[in-house]
T-cell receptor, first 116, second 115 residues
Framework: AAGVIQSPRHLIKEKRETATLKCYPIPRHDTVYWYQQGPGQDPQFLISFYEKMQSDKGSIPDRFSAQQFSDYHSELNMSSLELGDSALYFC???????????????FGSGTRLTVV | AQKITQTQPGMFVQEKEAVTLDCTYDTSDPSYGLFWYKQPSSGEMIFLIYQGSYDQQNATEGRYSLNFQKARKSANLVISASQLGDSAMYFCAMREGAYGQNFVFGPGTRLSVLP
């Protein structure tokens, strides 16, 4: 079965550079979520989109922005990268939770961003 | 306040034995979902099992079962017949509300299965 696809799997950037992470949800999933997991930390919710509109916002820095496109894929744009941005970034997708309460997520394999 | 508590930073279990990973949660919402995820060293987050707040029976998925004690707000994961491949980080997570948008994760428990 198709899963959530994230690209790239690994990314190395220098401080103050920009990075773009991509997420392709499971077909027919219309909701996308982004999480950040620092080294030795639990994942922290960043932002979510439903039907191309931002639906919820967590601890996403102002230097980061994200959007969901017409094909439901999403991109997380990160500017002025800092060493502390080094983390594993997960994307997850689901059907509209308002339609299926307590429906689970499927996570992608993550993008490991290293800022040097 | 921490919404998900996992009090065991690390656990060891002998191969073929059963192990229980603890999880307690805090919510005032009557509708919520509890999830367990496994994260091996490769990093991907693998869904294991789900328990809804209104479910009458404990969830089971193969070797995984969830010991759900609603009054105590605990949702412990039981892994039976541990295998070497079970060595990983295990995260308990909660999704609040009937239309909850995002997960809150616990700090995780690192399970090591010994041969």
């Amino acid at each position: 079965a198709a899963g959530v696809i994230q690209s790239p799997r690994h990314l190395i950037k220098e401080k103050r550079e920009t990075a773009t992470l991509k997420c392709y949800p499971i077909p027919r999933h219309d909701t996308v979520y982004w999480y950040q997991q620092g080294p030795g930390q639990d994942p922290q919710f960043l932002i979510s989109f439903y039907e191309k509109m931002q639906s919820d916002k967590g601890s996403i820095p102002d230097r980061f922005s994200a959007q969901q496109f017409s094909d439901y894929h999403s991109e997380l744009n990160m500017s002025s990268l800092e060493l502390g941005d080094s983390a594993l970034y997960f994307c997850a997708s689901s059907l509209d939770p308002r339609q299926l309460a307590n429906y689970g997520y499927t996570f992608g394999s993550g993008t490991r961003l290293t800022v040097v | 306040a921490q919404k998900i508590t996992q009090t065991q930073p690390g656990m060891f279990v002998q191969e073929k034995e059963a192990v229980t990973l603890d999880c307690t949660y805090d919510t005032s919402d009557p509708s919520y979902g509890l999830f367990w995820y496994k994260q091996p060293s490769s990093g991907e987050m693998i869904f294991l099992i789900y328990q809804g707040s209104y479910d009458q029976q404990n969830a089971t998925e193969g070797r995984y079962s969830l010991n759900f004690q609603k009054a105590r707000k605990s949702a412990n994961l039981v892994i039976s017949a541990s295998q070497l491949g079970d060595s990983a980080m295990y995260f308990c997570a909660m999704r609040e509300g009937a239309y909850g948008q995002n997960f809150v994760f616990g700090p995780g428990t690192r399970l090591s299965v010994l041969p």
